[in-house]
Protein backbone atom coordinates (compact mmCIF):
# COMPACT_ATOMS: atom_id res chain seq x y z
CA UNK A 1 0.00 0.00 0.00
CA UNK A 2 1.16 2.77 -1.42
CA UNK A 3 0.30 7.46 0.77
CA UNK A 4 -2.51 7.53 -1.97
CA UNK A 5 -3.85 4.36 -1.31
CA UNK A 6 -3.39 5.17 2.35
CA UNK A 7 -5.09 8.30 1.72
CA UNK A 8 -8.22 6.80 -0.31
CA UNK A 9 -8.34 3.63 2.44
CA UNK A 10 -8.71 6.91 5.44
CA UNK A 11 -11.37 8.70 3.25
CA UNK A 12 -13.67 5.93 2.61
CA UNK A 13 -13.47 4.47 6.16
CA UNK A 14 -13.86 7.75 8.27
CA UNK A 15 -16.44 8.98 5.82
CA UNK A 16 -14.52 12.34 4.94
CA UNK A 17 -13.11 14.07 1.56
CA UNK A 18 -10.00 12.70 0.28
CA UNK A 19 -7.96 16.03 0.58
CA UNK A 20 -8.79 16.13 4.43
CA UNK A 21 -7.61 12.77 4.77
CA UNK A 22 -4.26 13.72 3.23
CA UNK A 23 -4.07 16.60 4.96
CA UNK A 24 -4.85 14.37 8.46
CA UNK A 25 -2.05 11.86 7.25
CA UNK A 26 0.11 14.61 6.18
CA UNK A 27 -0.27 16.44 10.10
CA UNK A 28 -0.14 12.68 11.71
CA UNK A 29 3.48 12.06 9.91
CA UNK A 30 4.99 15.60 10.78
CA UNK A 31 4.07 15.21 14.38
CA UNK A 32 5.43 12.47 14.24
CA UNK A 33 8.74 13.49 12.73
CA UNK A 34 8.88 16.49 15.04
CA UNK A 35 8.81 14.27 18.18
CA UNK A 36 11.57 12.31 17.51
CA UNK A 37 13.52 14.69 16.48
CA UNK A 38 13.41 16.34 19.94
CA UNK A 39 14.56 13.04 20.91
CA UNK A 40 10.64 11.77 22.09
CA UNK A 41 8.52 9.11 21.57
CA UNK A 42 5.34 8.55 19.53
CA UNK A 43 3.15 5.48 21.52
CA UNK A 44 -0.15 4.69 19.75
CA UNK A 45 -1.77 2.29 21.97
CA UNK A 46 -2.27 -1.19 20.60
CA UNK A 47 -0.44 -0.47 17.07
CA UNK A 48 3.46 0.35 18.30
CA UNK A 49 5.71 2.77 19.52
CA UNK A 50 8.48 5.48 17.68
CA UNK A 51 11.23 5.77 19.18
CA UNK A 52 15.02 7.17 18.21
CA UNK A 53 17.95 4.96 18.84
CA UNK A 54 21.61 5.62 18.25
CA UNK A 55 23.72 4.05 16.18
CA UNK A 56 27.29 3.77 17.09
CA UNK A 57 30.21 4.71 14.98
CA UNK A 58 31.88 1.21 13.20
CA UNK A 59 33.93 0.56 10.67
CA UNK A 60 32.74 -0.20 7.44
CA UNK A 61 34.09 -1.20 4.15
CA UNK A 62 34.10 0.18 0.37
CA UNK A 63 32.85 -2.67 -1.75
CA UNK A 64 34.03 -1.05 -4.89
CA UNK A 65 37.35 -0.48 -3.53
CA UNK A 66 37.58 -2.93 -0.61
CA UNK A 67 39.17 -0.02 1.67
CA UNK A 68 38.11 0.40 5.22
CA UNK A 69 36.17 3.59 5.93
CA UNK A 70 34.58 5.53 8.69
CA UNK A 71 31.16 5.27 9.33
CA UNK A 72 29.97 7.91 11.68
CA UNK A 73 27.65 7.53 14.30
CA UNK A 74 23.61 7.94 13.69
CA UNK A 75 20.44 8.54 15.14
CA UNK A 76 17.90 6.10 13.59
CA UNK A 77 14.31 5.87 13.95
CA UNK A 78 12.63 2.66 15.30
CA UNK A 79 9.24 1.05 15.67
CA UNK A 80 8.22 -1.44 17.71
CA UNK A 81 4.64 -2.98 17.38
CA UNK A 82 2.26 -2.92 20.35
CA UNK A 83 1.00 -6.79 21.00
CA UNK A 84 -2.77 -5.84 19.26
CA UNK A 85 -0.97 -5.08 15.76
CA UNK A 86 0.88 -8.87 16.45
CA UNK A 87 -1.99 -10.53 17.65
CA UNK A 88 -3.89 -8.62 13.89
CA UNK A 89 -1.19 -10.73 12.22
CA UNK A 90 -0.86 -14.25 13.76
Not at 28 to 38: E, Q, R, S, W
Request: proline share 3%.
Amino acid sequence: MNKTELIDHIASKADISKAAAGRSLDAMIAAVKATLKKGGTVTLVGFGTFAVTTRAARMGRNPRTNEAIKIKKAKVPKFRPGKALKDALN
